[in-house]
């Protein structure tokens, strides 16, 4: 295993634990727009290393090893990491768009980051089938749509909103290293754009 994503996952996992086992650890460091407003700004950065539960941060991280290889073998582990960081912090910003007047507004969870990397992947390997069975690009879609219901739901803690700013940032970062793939993969790319545009027009309709 590559040694940045090692150093990654074990990042959640370890400091997604000791939230777990530590309430006040995890509310100083999570997403939370009231804090954040008031000048904490380092939660844009640590909330994306806590978890709801163990199940949430074993989703997370499992996709997260299944799809991050994908983007290792094409752009390199310091791009992946760009990558990686980029998106979370593009989720946190979004999430921050959505809801900067709610100010009890909380969320935590890699999803962002993850999210980017889940775009990156697809764009760069159109053909990858999640879990050997499910094309990567309706896996894309299909897990953008769920965030929209999440948002609609808000009955967790989990940062849907995030999901869409980690797609946005994983799409435009990967796109800026490979131009190439607007012309040579111009169906993957629409298909990936689709639930993005879908986002802002339930946002602009005031439906979410």
């Given at each position: 295993?590559?040694i940045?994503?090692?150093v990654i996952l ?5 400091i ?9 650890f995890?509310?100083k ?12 700004q380092y939660r844009?950065f ?7 539960d163990?199940?949430h941060l ?11 290889p994908?983007?290792?073998?094409n ?20 999430t ?10 909380r ?6 980051a993850?999210t980017?990397?889940i775009?990156?992947?697809?764009l760069?390997?159109?053909?990858l ?6 094309p990567g ?5 299909a ?11 808000k009955?967790d803690?989990i940062?849907h909103?995030?999901?869409?700013g ?7 970062i ?13 169906i ?10 879908i986002?802002f027009?339930?946002?602009?309709m005031?439906?979410?």
């Amino acid at each position: 295993m590559n040694i940045v994503l090692l150093v990654i996952l074990a990042a959640n996992v370890l400091i997604s634990y000791k939230a777990f086992n530590d309430t006040h650890f995890f509310r100083k460091y999570e997403f939370h727009i009231g804090s954040i407003r008031s000048g904490e700004q380092y939660r844009m950065f640590s909330s994306g290393f806590l978890h709801v539960d163990f199940a949430h941060l074993f989703f997370n991280m499992f996709t997260l090893y299944m799809f991050a290889p994908f983007v290792i073998a094409n752009v390199g582990a310091l791009y992946f990491a760009y990558l990686y960081f980029g998106s979370l912090i593009a989720g946190n910003l979004l999430t921050l768009y959505f809801h900067k007047e709610d100010y009890y507004y909380r969320a935590v969870g890699a999803s962002g980051a993850v999210t980017g990397i889940i775009y990156s992947a697809i764009l760069l390997e159109p053909n990858l089938y999640m879990y050997g069975i499910i094309p990567g690009y309706v896996f894309g879609f299909a897990y953008l749509l769920f965030s929209i219901y999440g948002m609609k739901a808000k009955n967790d803690n989990i940062g849907h909103v995030a999901h869409f700013g980690g797609a946005i940032g994983g799409f435009g970062i990967t796109l800026a290293k490979h131009p190439f793939l607007i012309s040579e993969e111009p169906i993957t790319v629409i298909a990936l754009l689709i639930p993005i545009i879908i986002l802002f027009i339930l946002a602009k309709m005031r439906k979410i």
